[in-house]
């Protein structure tokens, strides 16, 4: 593998535990992830047709044919629902549960200062310049580690339309390679600090 970046600077102490953590994978949550992620798009695909049918059965007037127009009306509003669920609220739980692990993580010896979330909010790499540290949380394996700089023997970032995937090569024997899909508006901010970090 070609590594764009190579990082360097002094090993900091760390004791077996703060380095990493780990736990077994929950295999129910990660199917959850799963079919949540293969679900958006199907959704996205049918909502033009809700939104056109509520339009024709209101345009006809619902009062016209109340019996197909009440189950039309119910069915939308269930679509919606599950659209709020799906885009927002899982969303935004996910999105918790990641920043409470960041925080978790919170030290003396770790300040976190810049992150990349991953696209569904079930990975984050956290940098700490100051004390030349690296966090990366795992939600779907149920692991997190603190790594050195001198841990990192590389990076790569591969961009592909509105998002990049950032790949890290590691001594870690947990996680000898890291991986998130982050979007462009996030690499405009982590990427600089990836430069500064040579």
């Known amino acids: 593998m070609n590594w764009e970046q190579q990082l360097s600077g002094a090993r900091l102490d760390a004791t077996p535990s703060?380095?990493?953590?780990?736990?077994?994978?929950?295999?129910g949550a990660n199917v959850i992830?799963?079919?949540?992620?293969?679900?958006?798009?199907?959704?996205?695909?049918?909502?033009?047709?809700?939104?056109?049918?509520?339009w024709f059965t209101i345009a006809n007037g619902i009062s016209q044919?109340?019996?197909?127009a009440l189950p039309v009306i119910l069915f939308t509003l269930m679509y919606f629902a599950v659209g709020y669920a799906c885009f927002i609220s899982?969303?935004?739980?996910?999105?918790s549960k990641l920043t409470a692990?960041?925080?978790a993580n919170k030290s003396r010896t770790f300040n976190p200062l810049v992150e990349a979330t991953g696209y569904l909010s079930n990975?984050?790499?956290?940098l700490d310049p100051k004390n030349r540290k690296m966090l990366y949380v795992d939600m779907l394996a149920k692991t997190e580690e603190i790594l050195d700089y001198d841990d990192i023997q590389g990076w790569q970032m591969l961009s592909r339309g509105d998002s990049t995937s950032l790949t890290f090569a590691t001594d870690s024997p947990t996680n000898p390679t890291i991986g998130i899909k982050i979007s462009t508006s996030q690499l405009n901010i982590f990427g600089a600090w990836l430069q500064g970090l040579k």
């Not at 047709?49 to 509520?54: E, K, Q």
């Not at 990975?123 to 956290?126: C, F, K, L, P, W």
């Open 101 to 103: 692990r960041i925080q």
């Open 90 to 95: 899982f969303p935004n739980r996910l999105r």
């Open 65 to 68: 044919d109340i019996e197909f």
């Open 123 to 126: 990975r984050a790499v956290v």
């Open 33 to 54: 992830i799963l079919l949540w992620a293969i679900f958006r798009p199907f959704y996205l695909f049918g909502l033009p047709f809700v939104v056109i049918l509520l």
């Open 18 to 27: 703060s380095r990493h953590r780990t736990k077994r994978a929950s295999k």
